[in-house]
Structures are given as structure tokens and as C-alpha cells.
């Protein structure tokens, strides 16, 4: 039951910046137009230094692929949750364009800003190694198949991979086959800037609730039948699946955690002004987001009675 209160105790800190976010917004500390260049910053600089970071600090290209399977878990995951959100989307008999969106807000977890803690506060020691694979596929396959379904467009454009994460995430491991160190200096400087993407990050989540007011969308049956399938029912799902196989069960927790997340951020900032699904994206997004400090919680709790049987 540790890792129940680990968990919770990691988002109550999350949502307590969260809702000094929505305060500052309230009054006025935090404005409008303040918020898209509040998201630059956090996209564009500390992500991908906070990703670049947790790989470097390893140190070792020989342990990084020890992990591997991680990828591969990581891989299947996103797949799986692509084929079943879209078979979704089709029993809802959804538009086109809504069901898309739909697909974006449920495949993708918010692996950066809610994923991250809880994975060092849970597994301090092989954390930054699992993150660092799961990162690989999960900017893969957001900036290709993520774009497509939330963009609007025809099809994948691979040019989209080319951005700051993906960047940083292969200039990071360019590094580590070189073996290259970083400098005591340099390795503070850059985790102390890292480090502050997620808080600032969740000031800015709760700055946007409070402008966006998301409570509209739950007129949308479809979110709870997200919300519920994505961040309960198919992590313990993943968990049954993964149970038997010869991995480690810090990997078997791992994968159940990223499932349970709740949607990612960018997925809102990536559809088109212009999309008249704007507003379900963000709102869906923020919905879900505040929903997962009840439901991963509870995840983990069901988790540990059905396997641990504590």
C-alpha cells in the first residue's frame, strides 16, 4: 500500500500549484495573453532540458539498453490504446473531426508534468531509465500520429518530429553512445531549470481551468466513457497482461502508471485555432487532468488488493 500513498501524496502536491495557478489567474497575477508564452517556455526550454537531463544523468549508454523492453512495453501500449480509442470513437457514431480529437485527448498521457514525479517519487533508482525510453516512443509517435489525428490533416507529415523534445532526446543520447559528461556545474544548472517544467507547468494547467471553465464538457457522454475506460479500466488491464512476463515489476508498474495518466497537455495546444473541436480539446484535457488525482489513486489501490492482495 506504499505506493498508494506515494502516488497520492505526489499529485495533492501536483494540484496544490495547480490551484495557486487558478488563484493567480482569478486575480489577474496571470493574464490571457500571458499563457501561450507561458507554454513556449515550458515546451520549447524546460521539457526538453528536463528530458535531456534525466538521460545524461545515467551517464551510460550500456545500462540505458538494459531497459529496452521498456520501449517496447511503451510501444505496444500506445498502439493498443490508438486501435481501441478508435473503435471507440466508431460505436460513439461521432463526427469525423470530433472523433479525432476524441482519440487525441485519450491516447496520449501526460507523461512530462504528472508522469515524471510520480515515476522518480515511485522508482528513484530506475526512473530516469524507463522515462527515457518511454519518451523516445512517446514523441515519436505524438509528433506523427498525434499531429495527424489532432491537426486535421490528411496525413502523417514526419517533419513534425523535427522540435525540442525530439531534438533534445536525440541529442541526449548522442551523447550518452560518446560517453560524454557533463561538468558538476553544468549538470546543476541544467537540472535546477529542468526541475522547474512541471511546477510551472501545473500553475499554467491552472491558470487555463480557470479561464477555460471545462465543466461544460461533461455534458459530452464521451468523456466519461474516456475518462473511465482510460484511466481505470485499461491500466489494470495492462497490469493483468504484463503480470506474467520475466520483467521487472518496477516495469510492470511503470507501464500501468503511464496508461492510468491522464490526457497530455500539448494535445489541446496542437489543434487549430480555427478547429471548431478547440474548446472539447482543452476542455476534455483539463477534465481529465483533474479527474486522475481520484482516479490514479485509485489504481493503484485496486491494483495492489487484486495482485498484492494488501
Given at each position: 500500500?506504499?505506493?498508494?500513498?506515494?502516488?497520492?501524496?505526489?499529485?495533492?502536491?501536483?494540484?496544490?500549484?495547480?490551484?495557486?495557478?487558478?488563484?493567480?489567474?482569478?486575480?489577474?497575477?496571470?493574464?490571457?495573453?500571458?499563457?501561450?508564452?507561458?507554454?513556449?517556455?515550458?515546451?520549447?526550454?524546460?521539457?526538453?532540458?528536463?528530458?535531456?537531463?534525466?538521460?545524461?544523468?545515467?551517464?551510460?549508454?550500456?545500462?540505458?539498453?538494459?531497459?529496452?523492453?521498456?520501449?517496447?512495453l511503451a510501444v505496444g501500449s500506445y498502439l493498443s490504446l490508438a486501435v481501441i480509442f478508435y473503435l471507440v470513437s466508431k460505436m460513439l457514431h461521432k463526427d469525423w473531426e470530433h472523433s479525432r480529437i476524441f482519440q487525441g485527448v485519450f491516447v496520449f498521457s501526460n507523461i512530462g508534468f504528472i508522469g515524471f514525479p510520480?515515476?522518480?517519487?515511485?522508482?528513484?533508482?530506475?526512473?530516469?531509465?524507463?522515462?527515457?525510453?518511454?519518451?523516445?516512443?512517446?514523441?515519436?509517435?505524438?509528433?506523427?500520429?498525434?499531429?495527424?489525428?489532432?491537426?486535421?490533416?490528411?496525413?502523417?507529415?514526419?517533419?513534425?518530429?523535427?522540435?525540442?523534445?525530439?531534438?533534445?532526446?536525440?541529442?541526449?543520447?548522442?551523447?550518452?553512445?560518446?560517453?560524454?559528461?557533463?561538468?558538476?556545474?553544468?549538470?546543476?544548472?541544467?537540472?535546477?531549470?529542468?526541475?522547474?517544467?512541471?511546477?510551472?507547468?501545473?500553475?499554467?494547467?491552472?491558470?487555463?481551468?480557470?479561464?477555460?471553465?471545462?465543466?461544460?464538457?461533461?455534458?459530452?457522454?464521451?468523456?466519461?466513457?474516456?475518462?473511465?475506460?482510460?484511466?481505470?479500466?485499461?491500466?489494470?488491464?495492462?497490469?493483468?497482461?504484463?503480470?506474467?512476463?520475466?520483467?521487472?515489476?518496477?516495469?510492470?508498474?511503470?507501464?500501468?502508471?503511464?496508461?492510468?495518466?491522464?490526457?497530455?497537455?500539448?494535445?489541446?495546444?496542437?489543434?487549430?485555432?480555427?478547429?471548431?473541436?478547440?474548446?472539447?480539446?482543452?476542455?476534455?484535457?483539463?477534465?481529465?487532468?483533474?479527474?486522475?488525482?481520484?482516479?490514479?489513486?485509485?489504481?493503484?489501490?485496486?491494483?495492489?488488493?487484486?495482485?498484492?492482495?494488501?
Amino acid at each position: 500500500m506504499q505506493e498508494f500513498y506515494i502516488v497520492l501524496n505526489q499529485l495533492t502536491q501536483l494540484f496544490i500549484i495547480f490551484g495557486i495557478g487558478a488563484i493567480a489567474m482569478r486575480n489577474n497575477i496571470l493574464t490571457v495573453e500571458a499563457l501561450p508564452h507561458i507554454s513556449k517556455l515550458i515546451t520549447r526550454v524546460l521539457l526538453p532540458i528536463f528530458i535531456s537531463i534525466n538521460i545524461l544523468k545515467e551517464g551510460s549508454l550500456t545500462k540505458l539498453l538494459e531497459y529496452r523492453p521498456m520501449f517496447i512495453l511503451a510501444v505496444g501500449s500506445y498502439l493498443s490504446l490508438a486501435v481501441i480509442f478508435y473503435l471507440v470513437s466508431k460505436m460513439l457514431h461521432k463526427d469525423w473531426e470530433h472523433s479525432r480529437i476524441f482519440q487525441g485527448v485519450f491516447v496520449f498521457s501526460n507523461i512530462g508534468f504528472i508522469g515524471f514525479p510520480i515515476f522518480f517519487s515511485l522508482y528513484p533508482q530506475d526512473g530516469p531509465l524507463y522515462i527515457a525510453w518511454i519518451s523516445v516512443a512517446d514523441q515519436a509517435l505524438l509528433w506523427t500520429y498525434g499531429v495527424y489525428l489532432t491537426s486535421g490533416a490528411a496525413k502523417f507529415n514526419f517533419k513534425q518530429m523535427i522540435n525540442p523534445s525530439t531534438c533534445a532526446l536525440l541529442f541526449s543520447l548522442i551523447l550518452l553512445a560518446l560517453d560524454f559528461k557533463l561538468s558538476p556545474l553544468l549538470y546543476k544548472t541544467f537540472w535546477s531549470l529542468g526541475c522547474t517544467a512541471t511546477p510551472l507547468c501545473m500553475i499554467y494547467m491552472g491558470a487555463m481551468f480557470y479561464h477555460a471553465k471545462p465543466f461544460w464538457v461533461l455534458r459530452s457522454f464521451d468523456i466519461y466513457v474516456g475518462i473511465f475506460l482510460k484511466m481505470i479500466i485499461l491500466p489494470l488491464v495492462a497490469a493483468f497482461l504484463v503480470h506474467p512476463l520475466a520483467v521487472p515489476e518496477t516495469m510492470k508498474g511503470m507501464l500501468m502508471i503511464l496508461v492510468a495518466l491522464p490526457p497530455m497537455i500539448v494535445i489541446p495546444m496542437i489543434v487549430p485555432e480555427k478547429s471548431k473541436e478547440k474548446a472539447y480539446a482543452v476542455g476534455g484535457t483539463l477534465v481529465g487532468i483533474l479527474a486522475c488525482l481520484i482516479t490514479v489513486p485509485l489504481v493503484v489501490y485496486l491494483n495492489n488488493i487484486i495482485w498484492m492482495g494488501r
